[in-house]
């Protein structure tokens, strides 16, 4: 992975109206209070890297952000994560965010949210059960 800490502390810097994403949606967004340019922080499938680098970025700038989890891989190891059993997941082989975390954004205000279950990319081939 990229240098992810310095490219988001570069983009907190040099950037000037951050909402949560729960806070412009629920005060109608754009021309209700907000300015024209915004920028919300989202954090994609679940990864350890984003709780342990990303999240102490934001607490420093005092910015929030949604963390969306794949629920049924929370708390795996990378070793876990390079199953044959994962497919279609670019996070495989690496180590995902546990529930002690989750609770930890979630007391700490940040958004969580669900991205599916097992990160199915073709829904139309799931089962109705």
């Excluded at 907190?12 to 109608?28: D, K, L, V």
């Excluded at 700038?61 to 795996?76: E, L, S």
Aim: aromatic share 12%.
């Amino acid at each position: 992975m990229h240098n992810s800490k310095a490219i988001l502390q570069n983009f907190i810097t040099n950037t000037n109206n951050f909402f949560p994403a729960s806070s412009f949606s629920s005060n109608g967004g754009v021309g209700r209070g907000f300015a024209t340019r915004i920028a919300i922080i989202n954090f994609d499938d679940g990864y350890k890297s984003q709780f342990a680098n990303a999240k102490p970025v934001l607490d420093k700038y005092g910015f929030k952000a949604t963390f969306f989890i794949v629920c049924n891989f929370v708390g795996k190891s990378a070793k876990q994560m390079n199953s044959t059993s994962i497919v279609n997941f670019a996070g495989k082989g690496v180590e995902q965010i546990n529930w002690t975390d989750v609770l930890t954004l979630y007391k700490q205000r940040e958004m969580i949210g669900a991205h599916t279950m097992n990160h199915l990319r073709n829904m139309t081939n799931m089962s109705d059960s």
